[in-house]
């Protein structure tokens, strides 16, 4: 059998259409970002957008704790067909709102470019929500940074250095001695 013959006969059973090599390969042009499924390009698009919301400091950022990838196996797992839908349309919406800002795609702009943009961006999804009515779809910049939050803190590199922690088993003390500006307990 050729492998012609066998493409044909996966596509036709699985209820999909093969169109020439480009879907095994990738696209030609370079990688596009908010497409329908997740690629390359989405999730190192995400691990910028995460890396700007928790940038590296003294503890690593966003984007030492692979929350990117993270996002991903989220969105793909647990999050329903419309919220999917809504998350992919968000990043090429977040991409051409860089280019409106700023002339240039999101990856293509300054951290400080970036910062502006997704301030701008939280305060337009908070307005949203507060008007949202229960049948209204999220905002997809409120799932990104819920997930940069949940992905970062529950990681290993967020929980061990930007956070306190002690492995468990320990013991519950609820007098534990507190100083003002010691960091948050993972556990």
Known sequence: MERRELLKMIAALTGGAFIGGELLTS??????????????????????????ILPATKTPGAKAAKVGQFMVVMVNDTY????????????????????????????????????????????EAKDYQKSKKPEDPNHYFTMMKQLTLFGFFTSKEGATQALRYIAVPGKYDGAYPYKKGDKAWAT
């Open 80 to 123: 329903e067909d419309k919220d999917q839908k809504i998350f992919h349309a968000g990043i090429g919406k977040l991409d051409e709102a860089s280019k409106k800002a700023n002339g240039k795609s999101f990856l293509e702009a300054t951290p400080e470019q970036r910062t502006t943009l997704l301030t701008a961006l939280d305060k």
């Open 27 to 52: 696209c030609k042009s370079g990688p596009l970002v908010g497409g329908a499924t997740f690629g390359e390009a989405d999730t190192a698009f995400l691990d910028e957008v995460a890396e700007t």
